[in-house]
């Protein structure tokens, strides 16, 4: 933590109780928030501009957006003072016709999401196959990431059933390189031409445009029932992957194979890997749920907290490196199908840099939502491969741009300016930036000196050019079908999907298990819930049997061979021990509760680099001036990794809230721990004292030590085993 204050507050200085009446400039942003790198619409550096160059309004007067200043803004002006408006009040109409087109469309998918500033730092460990600088030892490499939830509006809720995007800009000295992943390693389709397909049956119905955000209708099971390759990302959307804790704890993955080219000029295919230093972590489903109604927010304040509190997120970026061979495939996998990973235990994940988010965007507009993504944003030593459903996105991610960013000239846009030098023959266009000088944007020219020059025509280093690798691409005719691809594992659509299954721990095949039975109960259609409960059963019989009870249905025979593959540890989320860096905990005090205790607690709670949160009885401060975050009506268990019940709650110990607090803490299997009488609240709840995660010590920071320890495994799982 990098003070002792609960992040959250809204400007950079807080606000008088009068109305201020002194003129004075701008407020500075707050100090975690920093705008993206000044350079020029083609890539320069501005000297000295991150001190001198205002970034957004400046001077004391509000102005006009020409600058001239204005007397006041509240009255239009008028023919006399009941009289209509008039047309000549400039100020007026550039007032309301800027406000009533300060809305752009928003993404056709990955509308909802929330970005950061951050820093990437190669280890040096991919030189042997990859020659980008970026990756290059101790090389520092500016980013900024977008996370965001796939199906829902702009305005929907967080913590929905979903999988999340992990986009990241890599800004680096040859250009922009977008690592456009998901926190989910594989996906629906296998073929680019079926992502309207599978969007619209995720989308809300066309007809109502219900349900929002969510998975959990007929359409989509319509469509994924019928379309098998679709099983196996859709088995990752029903497990806790599928309802992330925090982006913060979130894997993320590039999904497709990559190829890369080293300095010699040798390939080698590569898929990348991010790993979270604070391991992977998800809600429980009802928890999820209530988030979405209690703070829809969840994520994007988690992550901007986080950032601000000094708990700065971190991954290590690592790459699974297969030989390129002629057939593409690996271990019998075909490394071009997206459906399918490569176990990690076959292909290690190799850590090749690291990445730390540590600054939030200044203004959402112009940074998270201006920022344009592009699969084709590649710098040199990293190159496409054939993968069907890659191809597709080459096209699509500039063509989305045109209509949501208004033109092509979006790279120009502060968040997107790459910080390379730009040399390029593209000219004109809505909103350009930049003011070309020359009249020569055309090759070859020598009315310009021959400039801009190819590198192959200018005798530049080539190892800096992009690599246009002399890969052999299949010949024959001209195809739609699919067997053309020839498939080594493209058909099979259930093996993987029972591998992932049988990788899970109990707790996480159970919640595997609710979540099938949740979605398809809430489908109308018989048929598709029975159509789904056949790929269900081909997976696993138990996960079959378990969903078709749950579904009052009876349970198919599987039809299909699949055999036992391996299970895969490396897929499950629990098992493991991870730092509990930014973790929230919620506090339940009273004017009673000694003030000595809660300023150790405090202390001791930022010490550990987490958050506590006061929850007193009413607003105000307690006796000794510190302030209450929550009250026992503003207070609700989901923003909670565990909760404190103090010394001292007297009567709150039986107060309807609290007693909330504690049965939702319980049930979703959180840390509980309560110092002198505060253990009172738990029995008052009605939960089990003695059940496992349920601390009740005497002394304030001693029972800390126990919630840390038990922290370090995110949840208590044991207390929801059968
Ligand atoms: Fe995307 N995707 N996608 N996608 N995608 C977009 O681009 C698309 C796919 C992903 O935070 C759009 O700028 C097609 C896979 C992320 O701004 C659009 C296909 C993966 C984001 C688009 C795919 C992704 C997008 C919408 C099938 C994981 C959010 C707005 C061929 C590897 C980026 C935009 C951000 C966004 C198209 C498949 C990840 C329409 C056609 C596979 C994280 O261009």
Not at 559 to 564: A, P, S
Not at 691 to 703: D, M, N, Q
Request: aromatic letters at 8%; charged letters at 20%; one cysteine or more.
């Amino acid at each position: 933590m990098t003070d002792q204050t609960v992040p959250g507050a809204p400007g950079s200085e807080p606000p008088p109780l009068e109305e201020p009446e002194t003129p004075r400039g701008p407020l500075p942003p707050k100090p975690d928030q920093s705008a993206p790198a000044t350079r020029t619409a083609t890539g320069a550096p501005v000297e000295g501009a991150e001190k001198s160059l205002p970034r957004a309004q400046q001077g004391e007067w509000l102005t006009t957006a020409g600058g001239v200043r204005l007397r006041e803004t509240d009255h239009s002006l008028k023919a006399g003072p009941r009289g209509p408006t008039l047309l000549q009040d400039h100020h007026l109409r550039e007032k309301i016709t800027h406000f009533d087109h300060e809305r752009i469309p928003e993404r056709v998918v990955h509308a909802r999401g929330a970005g950061a500033h951050g820093v990437f730092v190669g280890y040096g460990t991919a030189e042997s196959v990859c020659a980008a600088g970026f990756l290059k030892k101790d090389v520092e490499t500016p980013t900024f990431v977008r996370f965001s939830t796939v199906l829902g509006s702009r305005g929907s809720a967080d913590t929905v059933r979903d999988t999340r995007g992990f986009a990241t800009k890599f800004y680096t000295e040859e250009g922009v390189f977008d690592l456009v992943g998901n926190n989910i390693p594989v996906f629906f389709i296998q073929d680019g031409i079926k992502f309207p397909d599978v969007i619209h049956a995720g989308k809300p119905h066309p007809d109502r445009e219900i349900p929002q955000a969510q998975s959990a209708h007929d359409t989509f099971w319509d469509f994924v029932s019928l379309h098998s390759e679709a099983q196996h990302h859709t088995i990752w959307n029903m497990s806790d992957r599928g309802i992330p804790r925090s982006y913060r704890t979130m894997e993320g993955f590039g999904v497709h194979t990559f190829r890369l080219v080293n300095e010699a000029g040798e390939t080698a295919l590569v898929k990348f890997h991010w790993k979270p230093k604070l391991g992977v972590h998800g809600q429980v489903w009802e928890e999820a749920q209530i988030t979405a109604g209690m703070d829809p927010d969840f994520h994007r304040r988690d992550l901007a907290d986080a950032i601000e509190s000094g708990a700065y997120p971190e991954w290590e970026l690592g790459i699974q490196v297969f030989p390129d061979t002629p057939d593409q495939a690996f271990a019998g996998i075909d490394l071009l199908d997206p459906t399918k990973i490569v176990p990690e235990e076959l292909a290690p994940v190799q850590p090749i840099g690291k990445m730390v988010l540590n600054r939030n965007p200044t203004n959402f507009f112009a940074e998270t939502e201006q920022v344009a993504f592009h699969v084709g944003h590649l710098v040199p030593g990293i190159d496409v491969t054939d993968d069907a459903l890659m191809q597709t996105r080459l096209f699509s991610y500039v063509d989305t741009q045109l209509t949501r960013l208004g033109g092509p000239n979006f790279e120009q846009l502060p968040i997107n300016r790459t910080h390379a030098p730009v040399n390029d023959m593209l000219r004109d266009g809505f909103h350009q930036h930049a003011v070309h000088a020359g009249v020569a944007p055309y090759h070859p020219n020598s009315l310009d000196g021959g400039n801009p020059f190819p590198v192959a025509d200018g005798g530049g280093d080539p190892v800096s050019a992009l690599a246009d690798l002399p890969v052999v691409v299949s010949e024959g005719p001209k195809v739609r079908a699919h067997e053309a691809q020839a498939p080594i594992s493209f058909d099979d659509h259930h093996t993987q999907v029972r591998q992932f299954y049988r990788s899970l721990t109990p707790i996480e095949q159970e919640h595997v298990i609710e979540a099938y039975t949740f979605e398809l109960n809430k489908c109308y259609e018989q048929a598709i819930k029975e159509r789904q409960l056949q790929h269900l059963v081909e997976i696993d019989p138990t996960l079959g049997q378990r969903v078709a009870e749950g579904l009052g249905l009876p349970c198919p025979e599987p039809q299909l061979d699949l055999g036992d593959p391996d299970p895969s540890p490396a897929l499950a989320m629990v098992g493991q021990e991870w730092p509990p860096d930014g973790r929230m905990l919620g506090i339940v005090v009273t004017e009673a509760t000694p003030s000595d205790d809660v300023r150790a607690l405090r202390e001791a709670v930022f010490g550990a680099g987490m958050v506590p949160l006061l929850i007193t009885p009413t607003g105000g401060m307690l006796p000794d001036g510190t302030p209450g975050q929550r009250t026992f009506a503003t207070a609700r268990s989901v923003e909670f990794d565990a909760l404190l019940l103090g010394a001292g709650l007297g009567e709150a110990a039986t107060h309807p809230q609290v007693a909330l607090l504690v049965q939702e803490c319980f049930r979703h299997a959180k840390v509980i721990g309560a110092w002198g009488d505060g253990a009172e609240a738990i029995t008052a709840a009605g939960c089990d004292a003695t059940a496992p995660g349920v601390l009740s010590v005497s002394g304030a920071t001693e029972l800390l030590d126990g919630v840390l320890g038990l922290l370090t495994r995110h949840r208590v799982w044991e207390r929801m085993l059968p």
